[in-house]
């Protein structure tokens, strides 16, 4: 039985969305799309900003089994959307090796964290293993 669907909630600083479900994923990637659309972005950075949440929070899904992605508005000189993932798995040992594109996983190719930050402007990957990951992203208008 699947568990019940947590609602993504509004906050001041943005959105919070629970993964703890595959539709958890979904939804997040659908929330980022939804706000880049509200700021103004193109079809084809919509589709960015979208791919790069779903990334993360598959990645959160597939090796922490659970975490949460923060979507919030950058307002000021550069108007943008900025995503947080956090979760508290096994981290990554070698972070390195994992944005190399050297490393291949068992779910997939290993271009999870890689392809995410070739798709945005900012990417910050703070992880320690047994304490988990938080990784921060950010696209800007262009």
């Known amino acids: 039985m699947e568990p019940p669907q947590q609602q993504a909630e509004s906050r001041p600083d943005g959105i919070s969305v629970p993964i703890r479900a595959e539709h958890d994923v979904v939804r997040a990637r659908t929330l980022g799309k939804d706000m880049a659309k509200q700021l103004g972005f193109s079809e084809v950075v919509q589709t960015k900003v979208a791919t790069a949440v779903s990334e993360l929070a598959r990645n959160i899904f ?80 262009e």
Not at 92 to 117: E, H, N, Q, V
């Open 62 to 141: 597939q090796y922490a089994g659970t975490g949460e992605i923060r979507i919030r508005r950058i307002e000021g000189k550069r108007r943008g959307i900025e995503v947080v993932a956090r979760d508290q798995g096994p981290g990554i040992s070698d972070p390195a090796l994992i944005l190399s594109g050297a490393y291949r996983s068992k779910w997939g190719m290993g271009a999870g964290l890689r392809g995410t930050k070739r798709l945005v402007d900012e990417f910050e990957l703070d992880t320690h293993p047994g304490l988990g990951t938080t990784v921060r992203i950010r696209k800007y208008a």
